[in-house]
C-alpha cells in the first residue's frame, strides 16, 4: 500500500517574491558593507559583508531548491525533486561554517595587531543592515515551511543579530578609542554563525544519509503499530525523509489470513496513526498473514503455503 503526501502549503509564487526581494537587497548591501569596511578600516563590517555574500548565496541556492521542488514526479525522479531543498541547506550551512572559520582566524590576527577603526561610518552602515536583514528575516519567517527556507532565514536572523552587535561595536570604540574591540566582535560574530549552521548541518546530513527522521523513534512506532486491532507483528521497519517535510516508512505486517476486503480496515488505522501521530505522508506497507523467513531484516516475501497465493495487499490511497 502506498499513500502520497500532498505538496507542501507554502505559496510557491510567494516564496519566490520573497526570494527575489531579498536577493536584490542583500546583494545591494554586501557592495555597501565591503565598500564601508575597506573605508573605515572595520573587520566587523568586512567579516558582515563576507556573511552577506553567503546570504545572498543561500538566498539564491534556496530559490534554486523552490524551483525544482515544484516540479512534479517523473520516469527517472519517482520522488520529484524533494531533496534540492535539503542539499541547499546542506551547502548554506557547511559555506557558513567555512566564513566563520575565515572570519575567526582573521580576529585573531587582528587582536594580536590591532588596526585603527573609523567607528562612525561602521554604526552608520551596520544600522542601514540590522533595518534590512530585519525585515528580510521576517518576510522568510512568513514562507518558512522546510529545512532549506529556515537555514536561510537563520542566516537573515543571525546577520540581524551580528549587525546589531557591529553597532555596539562601533560606539565602544567611539567612546573608549580600543580598536581591539572591532576584533574581538568578529570573534562572537563567528561563534554565533558557526553554532547557529551545525544544527541545520546535522539535520540536512541526517536526512541525506536517509536517517531516521527527528520525533520518529522506531521502537516506538513498532509498539504503537502492534497495538493495532488486527495487527499480529510489525518487521522490517524503515523510515526516512524524501525532504525536510516528506517522510517515507516501509514494513511489513503480519496480520491474520482473511480477505483484502477486511485488511482494509486494518491499514486505514494503521496510516492514521502514522499521519497523525509521527507525519508520516508516504507508507509501504506490506501485509502478511505469515512469517518472513529471513527475520526482521528479511528481503524477500516467505513462500506460499501449499495450494495458497502468497497474500500481499497492494493498493493506493491520497490525501
Not at 35 to 54: D, I, K, T
Request: charged share 15%; proline share 5%.
Amino acid at each position: 500500500m502506498h499513500l502520497h503526501a500532498p505538496a507542501s502549503g507554502t505559496n510557491e509564487r510567494q516564496t519566490k517574491i520573497v526570494l527575489r526581494l531579498s536577493m536584490a537587497a542583500t546583494l545591494a548591501y554586501v557592495v555597501l558593507t565591503f565598500v564601508a569596511g575597506l573605508r573605515a578600516h572595520s573587520l566587523a563590517l568586512l567579516s558582515e559583508a563576507g556573511h552577506n555574500a553567503s546570504d545572498f548565496l543561500a538566498l539564491l541556492l534556496s530559490f534554486a531548491a523552490v524551483h525544482f521542488q515544484s516540479r512534479p514526479a517523473d520516469q527517472t525522479r519517482t520522488f520529484a525533486h524533494h531533496p534540492a531543498g535539503v542539499l541547499a541547506a546542506f551547502v548554506n550551512a557547511a559555506t557558513l561554517i567555512a566564513i566563520a572559520l575565515s572570519i575567526a582566524i582573521e580576529a585573531v590576527h587582528r587582536l594580536a595587531a590591532p588596526v585603527t577603526v573609523a567607528p562612525r561610518p561602521m554604526m552608520i552602515v551596520a544600522a542601514a543592515g540590522v533595518a534590512m536583514n530585519a525585515a528580510i528575516a521576517a518576510l522568510l519567517w512568513s514562507v518558512a515551511r522546510d529545512v532549506n527556507l529556515r537555514s536561510v532565514f537563520l542566516h537573515m536572523a543571525g546577520d540581524t543579530l551580528s549587525t546589531a552587535a557591529v553597532i555596539l561595536g562601533g560606539l565602544a570604540i567611539l567612546l573608549t578609542g580600543r580598536n581591539w574591540i572591532d576584533p574581538a566582535l568578529s570573534l562572537l560574530i563567528a561563534a554565533f554563525i558557526f553554532w547557529s549552521s551545525v544544527g541545520i548541518l546535522r539535520e540536512t546530513l541526517n536526512i541525506l544519509l536517509e536517517g531516521a527522521p527527528q520525533g520518529c523513534p522506531l521502537a516506538e512506532i513498532r509498539i504503537d503499530m502492534e497495538a493495532v486491532e488486527g495487527v499480529l507483528d510489525v518487521h522490517d521497519l524503515h523510515i526516512w525523509s524524501l525532504g525536510s517535510q516528506s517522510r517515507a516508512l516501509a514494513c511489513h505486517v503480519t496480520i491474520a489470513d482473511i480477505p483484502p476486503s477486511r485488511s482494509a480496515a486494518i491499514l486505514a488505522n494503521l496510516n492514521h496513526l502514522l499521519r497523525a501521530h509521527y507525519r508520516i505522508g508516504h507508507t509501504t506497507i506490506q501485509f502478511e498473514h505469515a512469517g518472513c523467513p529471513h527475520g526482521d531484516g528479511c528481503c524477500a516475501p516467505p513462500d506460499p503455503l501449499p495450494g495458497e497465493d502468497a497474500h500481499h495487499h497492494h493498493g493506493h490511497a491520497h490525501r
